[in-house]
């Protein structure tokens, strides 16, 4: 046990340990190989929390798979690496990380986009506010609170004193309305 503590195994003594099956090997492998195989990982998947991930689910098939290990074709760590390696190629090939890139939330999305390219939202150049000034003083106002202030439909319909359906039909006719001048 005291030899687990120093971590300072020698490579068949971790070989042998770990192919034994031996549970406390696993902590000591751990600590002495996680930062390295992690930084392998964290090259091919730059996403922080699926990184972590593969280096579990790294650890796990080394423990599964120690009985294939064989020294005659490489050191430990090169196995350890190589599995970390494809692990993480694999990941990025799968169709849940694909599908995870493409389902991002809409606001992280947005202030990417703007931060990317330095957008704002300035109606006074688009020529918009004025087209909304040309519109009747009540749909104006929903369009105020809803586009302009950010309210929500309900909120908009709360602070208004109207029912919601009011609203939503009075954005509906101002969108028309709207469309019309852009055509």
């Known amino acids: ?18 192919q034994s099956k031996d549970p406390a090997i696993l902590k000591t492998l751990y600590s002495m190989y996680s930062s390295s195989l992690y930084g392998v990982i964290s090259r091919i998947i730059t996403h922080t929390e699926l990184a972590e991930d593969v280096l579990q689910e790294t650890f ?31 990941k990025l090939r799968s169709k849940d990380f694909k599908n995870s890139l493409k389902n991002q939330d809409i606001e992280n999305n947005v202030s990417f986009v703007d931060d990317q390219n330095k957008v704002t939202f300035n109606p006074d150049v688009l020529g918009v506010k004025q087209l909304v000034e040309n519109l009747k003083p009540d749909l104006q106002a929903v369009l105020d609170l809803v586009y ?31 469309r019309r001048n852009f055509n």
């Open 148 to 178: 302009y202030k950010g309210f929500t439909h309900v909120e908009a319909a709360e602070k208004l004193e109207l029912p919601l359906g009011t609203v939503k039909t009075r954005i509906r006719l101002a969108i028309i309305e709207l």
């Open 60 to 90: 796990v098939k080394i423990w599964q798979s120690a009985s294939h290990y064989d020294n005659t074709k490489g050191r430990l760590f090169t196995w350890m690496m190589n599995i970390a390696r494809n692990l993480s190629i694999d």
């Open 1 to 18: 046990m005291s030899a687990l503590k120093k971590i300072t195994l020698s490579e068949p003594e971790l070989v042998l340990a770990l």
